[in-house]
C-alpha cells in the first residue's frame, strides 16, 4: 500500500513514516519543511509541498499512485493558536480541506487524521471516553474538531474511509532511539525537562501549583510515539471496511508534572533546579484518555506504557542529538 504522509518529517509524521517502511508499507513523505527536518526522512521518498497545493497535491496522488493519507501536517501549538487563530484556520482547516479535495478529486479515499484530546476542551469527567463532549476551549483544539466534521460528512456522503485519532500527550523517541521530538521553539514538558537535565537550561517552571489534583500539578496522559504510530498502521488496514473510526490514544494512566520531574532525575541521574511560576492559560487539571475502544476494536497493545521507559527512549535521542536536527 502506497501512503502520503503528509508532515511526514515531523516528530510524530516521521516515525510513522518509519513504522510503515518497517512493515512493508510504501511512505512518501510531503512536507513543506516549516516545522519538520530533512535529516528525519533522509532514506525516504520526500515530496516537498504545501498541503494548500490542489494541483501539487492531485499530481502527486495520481502521478504516484497513492492508496491512503496520513495527515500530521497540522499546527500544534495552543498558545499560538489563540494569539494567531486565521493562521490556525488556514493551516490546520483550510489546507486540510484542499488535502480533502485533492484526495476526492482522484478517488482517494482513505485518510487518517491526527485529531487531539483538545477537542474535549476541559472535560467534566475522565478518563476522557470519545462520546465524552466535545468543547474546544481555543482555536487549536476547534480546527481539529472542525476537521472532523468535515471527515464526517463526506463519510456519510460515501466519498471518505476516515479515522480521527485523537492523541493525548505524545512522548519519547522511536525507531532505536533515532526519530525524537524536536520542535523549534520548544514548549512541550518531557524535551524540556530533558534540557535542565542536560544542563541546557537553568530550570524547569512548573506551570500551577494550585490545581486540584493530587500533588496540585497537572496530570497528563503520556504515550509513547510508537505505540501511537502502531495504534495508526491497526486504524489503517479497518479502513478497509470502515468508513469512520474515531479512538483516544493515550495509556490511561495519568503522571503529574513532577511525577514527570521525578522520573527524569531518575532516568538521567541529574539533579536541577525546579522553579514554581503561576498557572498557564488554559491547561485543564488532568487529561487522561479512556482507550479501551482503540484496544478493543483495532486489537491495539502498547508496548511502552510506563513513563519510565517513555522518558528513557527520550533521554536517549536527546543526548545522541545534544542540539536538535542538524537544519
Ligand atoms: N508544563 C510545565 N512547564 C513547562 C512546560 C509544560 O509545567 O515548561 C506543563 C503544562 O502546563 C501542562 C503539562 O506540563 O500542564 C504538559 O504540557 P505540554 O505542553 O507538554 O502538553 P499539553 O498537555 O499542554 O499539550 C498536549 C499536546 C498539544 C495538545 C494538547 C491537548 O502537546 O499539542 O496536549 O490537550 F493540544
Known amino acids: 500500500m502506497k501512503v502520503l504522509v503528509c508532515g511526514g518529517a515531523g516528530y510524530i509524521g516521521s516515525n510513522m513514516t518509519a513504522m510503515l517502511a518497517s512493515q512493508g508499507y510504501?511512505?512518501?513523505?510531503?512536507?513543506?519543511?516549516?516545522?519538520g527536518h530533512r535529516q528525519a526522512v533522509k532514506e525516504f521518498e520526500v515530496v516537498e509541498g504545501d498541503t494548500g497545493?490542489?494541483?501539487?497535491?492531485?499530481?502527486?496522488l495520481k502521478k504516484k499512485k497513492i492508496d491512503a493519507v496520513m495527515h500530521f501536517a497540522g499546527f500544534i501549538e495552543v498558545k499560538e493558536s489563540v494569539e494567531k487563530p486565521l493562521e490556525y484556520y488556514r493551516n490546520n482547516v483550510c489546507n486540510t480541506q484542499v488535502l480533502l479535495s485533492a484526495m476526492e478529486k482522484t478517488g482517494v479515499k482513505k485518510f487518517v487524521f491526527s485529531s487531539s484530546a483538545?477537542?474535549?476542551g476541559m472535560p467534566e469527567v475522565v478518563p476522557i471516553t470519545e462520546d465524552s463532549p466535545k468543547k474546544p476551549i481555543n482555536p487549536y483544539g476547534q480546527?481539529?474538531?472542525?476537521?472532523?466534521?468535515?471527515?464526517?460528512?463526506?463519510?456519510?456522503?460515501g466519498k471518505l474511509n476516515y479515522a480521527a485519532?485523537?492523541?493525548?500527550?505524545?512522548?519519547?523517541?522511536?525507531?532505536?532511539?533515532?526519530?525524537?521530538?524536536d520542535h523549534k521553539p520548544e514548549s512541550h514538558l518531557i524535551p524540556l525537562v530533558i534540557a535542565a537535565a542536560m544542563g541546557k537550561r537553568e530550570d524547569i517552571k512548573i506551570f500551577g501549583t494550585d490545581y486540584p489534583t493530587p500533588d496540585g500539578t497537572c496530570v497528563r496522559d503520556y504515550i509513547h510515539i510508537e505505540d501511537l504510530c502502531s495504534a495508526h498502521l491497526l486504524a489503517l488496514e479497518k479502513l478497509e471496511k470502515h468508513s469512520e473510526l474515531i479512538y483516544n490514544l493515550g495509556n490511561g494512566k495519568g503522571?503529574?508534572?513532577?511525577?514527570?520531574?521525578?522520573?527524569v532525575k531518575k532516568v538521567s541521574g541529574k539533579n536541577f533546579k525546579v522553579t514554581e511560576t503561576a498557572r498557564r492559560e488554559g491547561d485543564p487539571p488532568v487529561l487522561t484518555a479512556d482507550a479501551s475502544k482503540a484496544i478493543k476494536e483495532l486489537g491495539w497493545k502498547t508496548k511502552y506504557p510506563e513513563l519510565e521507559k517513555i522518558v528513557e527512549t527520550a533521554w536517549k535521542w536527546h543526548n545522541k542529538y545534544p542540539n536538535g536536527y542538524a537544519e
Open 26 to 35: 510504501n511512505p512518501v513523505v510531503f512536507d513543506n519543511f516549516c516545522k
Open 118 to 120: 483538545a477537542v474535549y
Open 53 to 60: 497545493d490542489f494541483d501539487l497535491l492531485v499530481k502527486v
Open 143 to 157: 480546527t481539529k474538531l472542525t476537521v472532523e466534521d468535515r471527515c464526517h460528512f463526506l463519510s456519510e456522503a
Open 255 to 263: 503522571h503529574s508534572i513532577r511525577q514527570v520531574i521525578e522520573t
Open 165 to 181: 485519532l485523537r492523541y493525548f500527550n505524545a512522548a519519547g523517541a522511536g525507531t532505536n532511539c533515532t526519530l525524537g521530538e
